[in-house]
């Protein structure tokens, strides 16, 4: 597992300022699309939090994690919101506008 968490944590510092990638999208990247729990996992214990920017990933609803482990699903939206992305009134964030597109770089 261990060596999943380091692919995980390689593909997440990717995404740039201003992005975000779904849990399922980060997955698909790291070679198995039915990880995504595996990559919920791994970025809940990220172990260097000013380098792998977890807070970028969010559910395929473009939701924020309730259990952000960070300080909460407040903190994650703050530091999205820094970044200038936006949340619609029912929390979610416009997938089609801030998606990362790796393959679009």
């Known amino acids: 597992m261990g060596n999943t968490f380091s ?13 975000v990638a ?17 990559v919920g996992y791994a970025l809940h214990a990220n172990p260097d939090g000013d380098n792998i920017p ?4 969010v559910n395929r609803f473009g939701e924020v994690s309730p259990a952000f482990v960070f300080g909460g699903e407040q903190i994650q939206r703050g530091l999205l919101e820094s970044e200038g992305i936006e949340f619609d009134e029912d929390g979610r964030i416009d997938l089609e506008k801030y ?3 790796p393959d679009e770089q």
């Open 7 to 19: 692919i995980i944590y390689d593909i997440v510092k990717q995404i740039p300022y201003g992005k």
């Open 22 to 38: 779904t849990y399922g999208q980060i997955a698909a990247l790291a070679g198995n699309p039915r990880l995504s729990r595996v």
């Open 54 to 57: 977890c807070y970028r990933v």
């Open 99 to 101: 998606i990362w597109r």
